[in-house]
């Protein structure tokens, strides 16, 4: 599964290795030792998708240089239709701009360098979600990476406005975020509707951070509950729409962290059959000992809520303040919920990390799509087979 050079690694380079990690790291996993050779990591970079995607259209946006200086520029010059996958280079800087992804441009790779460093910003908060929103999905297949979005209007302050600020709208099916970080104070990210996968992003918020009636996955992300300063403790990290049985939708969070400054629920429910799960998560104190709240339901029943965790940990995972609702899973519950086949990802994700059972690890290997099996193919195994 791995790759050969493990065996060939020089001599010396295991010697220095040795003396390095016996001088410096007392647990140093020396078996694994590969900080000079490393091996196929786990993670989806920029490279893997680039391969996975292979797109033979690529426009470069930057602030000097570049064919455009606005993203929102770039994706007008894709042409309505696109049916083949265009690459959106966008190179660092900070790009103060609403951007929307129309219905009719699917097959787009937005490629930003990465978290802090591409950083697409406005201000505005509404009373209308949609209208708030810094950056708009509303076309299938499409897949961004490595950008910071945020919303930087100041809801949530005392005596200030109490509208919405979105900073990303997932509006349609097939959407797929990589190493991405979204800001705002107030309904951070609207995970509208359709199949999604956010895979290592950074979600900062406090009120209805991710809320929505979507399905979908959050593997590996990073919750940072801020603190919301307008009302005592209304903030939940989800809020989540779905409001009946027939609804297939819901959201898993995989791996995950959730921590900060502010105090949160986990979830409230935005719709009688509201579906959350936390798996394998680390909570820490910023979530109430509660944690999940009826909000909306609050003289109803309770019996269509599916607020669930499985095997979380931290000092803000102790169960016995629970929720009498809210459900922790067992190992056989929450397998649909830990699968990539609970959004189809085999079907159109370029590339995913398999939820892994404890702890994650960076060095699990990423899979990548294969059209023929649908099975999942490591990152590695596919570069070797292509050479
Ligand atoms: C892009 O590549 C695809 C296959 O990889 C090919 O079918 C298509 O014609 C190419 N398009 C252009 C504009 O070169
Ligand atoms: C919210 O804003 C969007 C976009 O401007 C608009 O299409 C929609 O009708 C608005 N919704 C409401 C309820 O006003
Ligand atoms: C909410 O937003 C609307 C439209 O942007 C604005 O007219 C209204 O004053 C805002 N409400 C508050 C409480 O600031």
């Known amino acids: 599964m791995f790759s050969s050079s493990d065996n060939s690694k020089p001599i010396y380079g295991r010697t ?21 050779s490393p091996k196929q990591t786990g993670i989806v970079d920029a490279p893997l998708l680039t391969m996975q995607i292979a797109s033979n259209k690529t426009i470069k946006v930057a ?37 929307t992804v129309p219905e009719n441009k699917p097959f787009i790779f937005i490629r930003g360098n990465g978290k802090g460093r591409t950083i697409v910003t406005w201000s505005q908060s ?15 297949n499409v897949v961004v990476f490595g950008l910071s979005i945020k919303n930087e209007a100041p809801t949530g302050v ?18 797929a975020f990589y190493h991405c970080a979204f800001h705002s104070t107030h309904n951070t990210l609207f995970d509208y509707k359709g199949r999604h996968y956010y895979d290592n992003c950074y979600i900062q918020g406090s009120i209805d951070v991710v809320f929505g009636e979507a399905k979908s996955i959050f593997h590996t992300c990073e919750i940072f509950v801020i603190e919301d300063k307008s009302a005592e403790l209304r903030g939940s990290i989800t809020a989540h729409s779905r409001e009946s049985a027939n609804e297939n939708s819901g959201f898993v969070f995989q791996n995950g962290k959730v921590y900060g400054i502010g105090i949160v629920h986990l979830g409230r429910a935005s719709g009688a059959f509201s579906r959350v799960v936390f798996a394998n ?19 109803g029943s309770t019996k269509d809520l599916f607020h669930a965790e499985y095997k979380c940990h931290g000092p803000g995972a102790t169960t016995d303040k629970r929720a009498e609702w809210s459900k922790q899973l067992t190992d056989k519950e929450v397998e649909p919920f830990l699968s990539i086949d609970y959004i189809n990802g085999k079907d159109w994700l370029p590339a995913w990390q398999p939820a892994a059972v404890a702890a994650p690890s960076a060095d699990s290997p990423a899979c990548v799509t294969n059209a023929d099996s649908h099975a999942c193919v490591t990152g590695a195994d596919y570069t070797a087979s292509q050479k």
Do not use: M
């Not at 455009?68 to 239709?81: C, E, H, K, M, N």
């Not at 509404?126 to 299938?140: D, G, I, L």
């Not at 820490?284 to 339901?297: D, M």
């Open 126 to 140: 509404s009373a209308n979600n949609t209208e708030s929103a810094t950056f708009k999905v509303n076309a299938q």
């Open 158 to 175: 005392p005596f200030s406005s109490h509208n919405q600020s979105v900073a990303v709208l997932a509006g349609a099916d097939k959407v």
């Open 16 to 36: 220095l290795c040795l003396l390095i990690a016996l001088t410096f790291i007392s647990s140093f996993d020396l078996v694994r030792c590969n900080w000079f």
């Open 281 to 299: 998560t680390y909570i820490s104190h910023s979530v109430v000992p509660h944690a999940w709240s009826l909000w909306r339901h609050d003289d």
């Open 63 to 99: 602030q000097e240089g570049g064919e455009f200086s606005s993203l929102q520029a770039a994706i007008d010059s894709v042409p309505g239709g696109n049916s083949e996958w265009v690459t959106i280079h966008v190179w660092k800087g900070v790009y103060r701009e609403k951007v």
